[in-house]
């Protein structure tokens, strides 16, 4: 339509004597049809936006989250003593569920599961049975795995939350990141999830019924990553992992789905007070359960969709890649700055 718009203004000009055009008589020159498609055009536009609107505001606000304990009775949770992991811990526990906590550290795992039973107690009321097995998901071995079938086989497994993952200290250049680092990342980030949601298959389709969440990244759904490489990289596999198991599970009724964050208070992200584009693990764990057994894909938390809705939507992937570039820069350019100032204050002593 603007198409047809433009070219018409154009062989008006050239085809006139005129000296002077006037408006009136140049809008009763366009043909009727370019009046309706414009009109159509901008209505269709105008609706899409309203939609998107209201499905949002819907989605995000007043969609109502899955009875979870259909599913089944116990949900497992990778890299349940800190941040995220924990807090997601938390959530399923007062929805109803009982859990299987996974953990590098056997005495955080205890200490996190007391606290679990004990805030279960006190808020809801009833009694929970909570599970600990300490892995070191770094490095997924057979035996590690073996062990971990054993422990749930007679379990009614009904959620999976992979969510234990690693990134780098900051950013930086692929060749200056230490090798063994970079296993350890590809190993948790992709390895682990992988493995353990073979583990939990098996059970899951015999039931006919589970849910798996993998707890992915931006990272991994955005144009470009520079210098978070690796990581980024390991994210996009969970993105493409998630969509491409959830078409092969539909027909056994088990679901699968990829939660991208984008900033949260947690470790991983060194950013210590929440903000509006950061909330706290809690509050980021509270809309992500309530997102389970909705879309494959998903931002949980409504500020990270207004985020990606912009990105996807307005900025060109020029401007994203020269802005996280410039940003990862800077970062890698702080992080050295502060290493060269603790090196000169150690020298100085």
Known sequence: AAILYSESIINYFYNTDMDIIRMDEYVEKIPPVVVVVSVLVTALICLRIAISIIWFIFTYFIRPGKKLTAYGDYAIVTG???????????????????????????????????????????????????????????????????????MIRDLDVGILVNNAGMSLDHPDYLESVDSKVNRDLISINTYAPTALTSAVLPGMKARHRGFIVNVGSANGILPAVPLLSIYAGSKAYINQFSRSMDEELKPFNVRVQDQCPFFVTTKISKIRKPRIDAPTPKAWAKSAVKQIGYETDRTPYWSHGLMLLAIQSLCPVWAINGYVHSLHASFRNRYYRKQAKLAAEKKSE
């Open 80 to 150: 349940a003593t800190d941040g995220i992991g924990k807090a997601y811990a938390f959530e399923l526990a007062s929805a109803g569920m009982d859990l299987v906590l996974v953990s590098r550290t056997a005495s955080k795992l205890e200490q996190v599961k007391e606290e679990i039973v004990q805030h279960v107690k006190e808020k809801k009321k009833r009694s929970i049975k909570v599970m600990t097995f300490a892995a070191d998901l770094t490095n997924v071995t057979d035996e590690m795995l073996e062990r971990f079938s054993t």
